[in-house]
T-cell receptor, first 116, second 116 residues
Framework: GNSVTQMEGPVTLSEEAFLTINCTYT??????LFWYVQYPGEGLQLLLK?????DKGSNKGFEATYRKETTSFHLEKGSVQVSDSAVYFC???????????????FGKGTRLHILP | GAVVSQHPSWVICKSGTSVKIECRSL??????MFWYRQFPKQSLMLMAT?????????EQGVEKDKFLINHASLTLSTLTVTSAHPEDSSFYIC????????????FGQGTRLTVV
C-alpha cells in the first residue's frame, strides 16, 4: 500500500543553518505530496504541496521538489529561524477512483529544534 | 485558509464511559473527513475516512464498534469513543477536505482525551 517514510528526529540546528528533512514515498499511482507543520500546542497546517512530477512547492522560505524518479519530496530551507521549531510531516494523497476515499497518508513526523 | 473547528480541545472521562468529539468545517463543505490518532513521538495514524451521507471506511486494526464515526452533514463529523479505557487516551485529530481530487485538507486543533 501507499506509505511515507521521513527521517527520524529530533533534528537540532543553529539559527541560520541549512535544513534538509528527507521524505520518500511509495504509491501505486500519481499522488500529490504535501508537507504539513505542527507548531507547539497547535494543530497541523499545510506548509507546501506539489501535485505532479517536477513541481516545486514553496512557502515561508521552505521548498520541496516532487521527484518521481527517486520517489522523494525532501524539505529544504536555506536559513532556519528559531520560529521554525516545530514538527514537520510529509504526506501523500492519492485518489482511489472507485470510492472517492482519497486518503492522506502521513509520515511519522520530524521534530525540529532551532537553537538561537 | 479554511477553518476546521474541533471540540472539545481536551476531555477527561472515566473508564467505561463514552466520549463524543465533534469536527466542523466552518466555511466550506467537507465532502470527506478524516480522523487521526496521534501517538507519542508524534506519529499520525489514520483511523477512518468518512464521506458525507455514507458509512465510514475504517483502517485495518481500528475497531469500528469502539470508534463510531458519523458524517451526517457536509459540515459536521463526529467521533465517539465508546466504553473508553485508559489505553484509548491519546490526541485525536480530524481533517476535512472539499470536493475535487487532491484538494488540500484542513485540520482541526485536535482533542486530548484522557481516560482515568
Amino acid at each position: 500500500g501507499n506509505s511515507v517514510t521521513q527521517m527520524e528526529g529530533p533534528v537540532t540546528l543553529s539559527e541560520e543553518a541549512f535544513l534538509t528533512i528527507n521524505c520518500t514515498y511509495t504509491a501505486t499511482g500519481y499522488p500529490s505530496l504535501f508537507w504539513y507543520v505542527q507548531y507547539p500546542g497547535e494543530g497541523l497546517q499545510l506548509l507546501l504541496k506539489a501535485t505532479k512530477a517536477d513541481d516545486k512547492g514553496s512557502n515561508k522560505g521552505f521548498e520541496a521538489t516532487y521527484r518521481k524518479e527517486t520517489t522523494s519530496f525532501h524539505l529544504e530551507k536555506g536559513s532556519v529561524q528559531v520560529s521554525d521549531s516545530a514538527v514537520y510531516f510529509c504526506a501523500l494523497s492519492e485518489p482511489i477512483l472507485m470510492n472517492r476515499d482519497d486518503k492522506i497518508i502521513f509520515g511519522k513526523g520530524t521534530r525540529l529544534h532551532i537553537l538561537p | 485558509g479554511a477553518v476546521v473547528s474541533q471540540h472539545p480541545s481536551w476531555v477527561i472521562c472515566k473508564s467505561g464511559t463514552s466520549v463524543k468529539i465533534e469536527c466542523r468545517s466552518l466555511d466550506f463543505q467537507a465532502t470527506t473527513m478524516f480522523w487521526y490518532r496521534q501517538f507519542p513521538k508524534q506519529s499520525l495514524m489514520l483511523m477512518a475516512t468518512s464521506n458525507e451521507g455514507s458509512k465510514a471506511t475504517y483502517e485495518q486494526g481500528v475497531e469500528k464498534d469502539k470508534f463510531l464515526i458519523n458524517h451526517a452533514s457536509l459540515t459536521l463529523s463526529t467521533l465517539t469513543v465508546t466504553s473508553a479505557h485508559p489505553e484509548d487516551s491519546s490526541f485525536y485529530i480530524c481533517s476535512a477536505r472539499g470536493r475535487g481530487q487532491n484538494t488540500e485538507a484542513f485540520f482541526g486543533q485536535g482533542t486530548r482525551l484522557t481516560v482515568v
